[in-house]
T-cell receptor, first 110, second 116 residues
Framework: GQNIDQPTEMTATEGAIVQINCTYQ??????LFWYQQHAGEAPTFLSY????GLEEKGRFSSFLSRSKGYSYLLLKELQMKDSASYLC???????????FGKGTTLSVSS | NAGVMQNPRHLVRRRGQEARLRCSPMKGHSHVYWYRQLPEEGLKFMVY????????ESGMPKERFSAEFPKEGPSILRIQQVVRGDSAAYFC??????????????FGQGTRLTVV
């Protein structure tokens, strides 16, 4: 089966850098996704990692280590609008759909 | 190009009634996924469909829940004889091919079902 662990909550201040960790166990790995979800809204795609290393996309970067079953999402120059839930996801055993962690709720204060 | 459209956005049903949730995928997308999200919980996979086929329904409750994606029209998630525990946000996502292969799934705004 799959198991995904993320911290439940994190807090940070505007302009800071925050790292949201995700550890996973899965049989058969086909990539790891990060999604952002504002309260009451749809999840939106942030990143997809299938190879080890860091993928940078503007203020957001995502890192993957397949040997350690570990990923992180790095958010730089935090803004108030970054307050949201961040969801880590890997494929189910059949490889047909994404299985999500419970998400990390990030609160950014001024 | 409109995104994934779900309707209704909010649905209230009495215990024992039926709930029908609709999802129109993005244009050109033939793969649809349904997820349920309870308060303070993550997104739980329910079912994966392609046109006229159910590919993976391993997350669907065995009773009262069904899903379809006909050749024409939206995908429908149907919940019969709803109970209070069915109250949740139901999200639909679509992709042009199987998710992965560097192809992300796009989510709709969700339908918030409240059973009273």
């Amino acid at each position: 089966g799959q198991n995904i662990d993320q911290p439940t909550e994190m807090t940070a201040t505007e302009g800071a850098i925050v790292q949201i960790n995700c550890t996973y166990q899965t049989s058969g790995f086909n990539g790891l996704f990060w999604y952002q979800q504002h309260a009451g809204e749809a999840p939106t795609f942030l990143s997809y990692n299938v190879l080890d290393g860091l993928e940078e996309k503007g203020r957001f970067s995502s890192f993957l280590s397949r040997s350690k079953g570990y990923s992180y999402l790095l958010l730089k120059e935090l803004q108030m609008k970054d307050s949201a839930s961040y969801l880590c996801a890997v494929f189910n055993q059949a490889g047909t759909a994404l299985i999500f962690g419970k998400g990390t709720t990030l609160s950014v204060s001024s | 190009n409109a995104g994934v459209m779900q309707n209704p956005r909010h649905l209230v049903r009495r215990r024992g009634q039926e709930a029908r949730l609709r999802c129109s995928p993005m244009k050109g997308h033939s793969h649809v996924y349904w997820y349920r999200q309870l308060p303070e919980e993550g997104l739980k996979f329910m079912v994966y469909l392609q046109k006229e086929n159910i590919i993976d329904e391993s997350g669907m409750p065995k009773e009262r829940f069904s899903a379809e994606f006909p050749k024409e029209g939206p995908s429908i998630l149907r919940i019969q004889q709803v109970v209070r525990g069915d109250s949740a946000a139901y999200f639909c996502a679509s992709s042009p091919s199987e998710t992965g292969e560097n192809t992300e799934a796009f989510f709709g705004q969700g339908t918030r079902l409240t059973v009273v």
